[in-house]
């Protein structure tokens, strides 16, 4: 090391500190004031008692309780020597904990808090075991979505396209129908969401970065919303579709540019079926094809993802003929009563809650590593690891923009929250390890105090 980069050195990791107390600063702010409004105001936010959050306050302890706390404590204590592990090894073990810890959250609640909510009238389980012809639903799946049509569909159906329904469709026919076990599917698909992002970093030459994500990835709030909610199953679903996009990009085979492009593109095409929010996932493809500094793969993830909308729009559900009127249905209910001059910035509190605490430290290293130019190998990886990261902020920050997510983003947009937990890897060592036990008992404060009905 150079005489320059050995006096370079200590001021980066000083910029990074500062950075690290200002995200913190901002988000504690940010998450205070989306807290207080509404409680010093008593400006109604229609969504629970515990804004910005759709939760209410109920406290609990259960059988999960102190299963959590165990999954704690063992994170606290082993994760930097399992940072260490090899590869493979590195990645059955954040799968197995991200899933046992999803399962201790939940079972907070008793064994009914695994996907016990699936069964509520206005989630998809009770429309899906009520359909014996799908093709018949998707030609009347349109008719059906205005909130003063006859038999108009439940709130989550007729808020997505029908490829959310399609999957419990699929579970009920498997014999997998009841809530316990849809909730346990959609867990153990969650669980390789983290993975799936420590990979797609991998291929970019952040394996260093990627075992410092680990730890916050498998840890931390946001399983309180995945063994519960069908988004975490989006999540999981976007989180293979930019592997594949990754391996493509970073890939001088024809063959593997071509092929794992088109992968990607039927992926992300079920991601636009699956939420009419997640197109929005354009924003994080583009951002690996520019990390990766090839295009070559774009033509065939646009033919993937249009052979899926395509197919759909064959069988009777055209898309684009079905956003203008999801768009009336969504501002004839709650929407139009949730004001916007909150909800627009208080998402970001909500995000932030889900994500945990650290995220904001880790996006605001991920801003003065994004900018940072030079030509040292680790600068470079270090800027892509970043702009992953602000590319999830991207996603959250266009969405909100929208106005068309107003409220119970915390569930919604889980499939964007993992890229931007990245950023935890670029901060100092110091900051990780407080981190990770700031994100572990978070989570289980908030879920021992709040019930968020998701």
């Not at 994500?213 to 946001?222: I, N, S």
């Not at 929005?280 to 052979?307: I, N, S």
Request: proline fraction near 5%; include cysteine.
């Amino acid at each position: 090391m150079s005489a320059t980069t050995d006096r370079l050195a200590p001021d980066a990791e000083r910029t990074r500190r500062r950075a690290a107390r200002i995200g913190l600063a901002v988000t504690a702010v940010l998450v205070v004031a989306a807290m207080a409004v509404p409680a010093i105001t008593g400006w109604e936010m229609r969504a629970g008692a515990f804004p910005p959050l759709h939760s209410i306050f109920v406290a609990r302890v259960g059988p999960g309780t102190p299963a959590a706390i165990l999954l704690a404590v063992v994170a606290a204590v082993y994760a930097p020597r399992a940072m260490r592990w090899p590869w493979r090894r590195l990645l059955v073990a954040v799968y197995g904990y991200g899933v046992a810890w999803m399962l201790s959250l939940a079972t907070v609640y008793g064994i009914e808090g695994i996907g016990g909510i699936l069964d509520h009238r206005t989630e998809y389980l009770a429309t899906a075991r009520e359909v014996t012809d799908f093709g018949e639903t998707l030609r009347i799946y349109i008719d059906h979505i205005p909130l003063d049509s006859a038999d108009n569909w439940p709130v989550h159906i007729a808020g997505h396209p029908p490829g959310a329904l399609l999957f419990f469709v699929v579970l009920v026919a498997l014999g997998l129908g009841t809530a316990l076990a849809a909730g346990l599917v959609i867990t153990l698909l969650a669980g390789t969401t983290a993975v799936a992002v420590m990979v797609t970093a991998r291929r970019f030459g952040a394996e260093h970065y990627a075992r410092r994500a680990a730890p916050f990835l498998a840890v931390g709030p946001a399983a309180i919303w995945m063994s519960v909610s069908a988004d975490a199953m989006f999540a999981a679903v976007a989180a293979w579709a930019t592997v594949l996009l990754a391996v493509a990009a970073t890939s001088a085979r024809f063959v593997v540019q071509s092929l794992a492009g088109l992968a990607s593109g039927l992926l992300y095409g079920c991601c636009v079926m699956f939420s009419y929010g997640l197109p929005l996932l354009g924003l994080l493809a583009v951002t690996v094809l520019v990390l990766a500094r090839a295009w070559r793969p774009l033509p065939f993830a646009v033919a993937g993802a249009l052979l899926v909308v395509g197919a759909f729009a064959f069988a009777g559900f055209a898309w684009w003929e079905a956003l203008p009127v999801l768009t009336e249905r969504y501002w004839a209910g709650i929407a139009r009563h949730r004001p916007g001059e909150y909800w627009t910035w208080a998402n970001l509190a909500a995000v932030a809650i889900c994500a945990g605490p650290w995220v904001g430290p880790g996006l605001a290293v991920a801003v003065t590593d994004a900018v940072t130019r030079g030509s040292a190998a680790d600068t470079r990886v270090r800027r892509k690891v970043a702009l992953l990261a602000l590319a999830g902020l991207a996603m959250c920050i266009a969405a909100t923009l929208s106005q068309m997510s107003r409220a119970e983003v915390e569930r919604i947009w889980l499939p964007f929250v993992p890229w931007m937990l990245l950023g935890t890897a670029l901060l100092p060592e110091r900051w990780r390890r407080t981190g990770l036990i700031v994100q572990a008992s978070f989570a289980i404060v908030a879920q021992t105090l709040l019930y968020t009905r998701w």
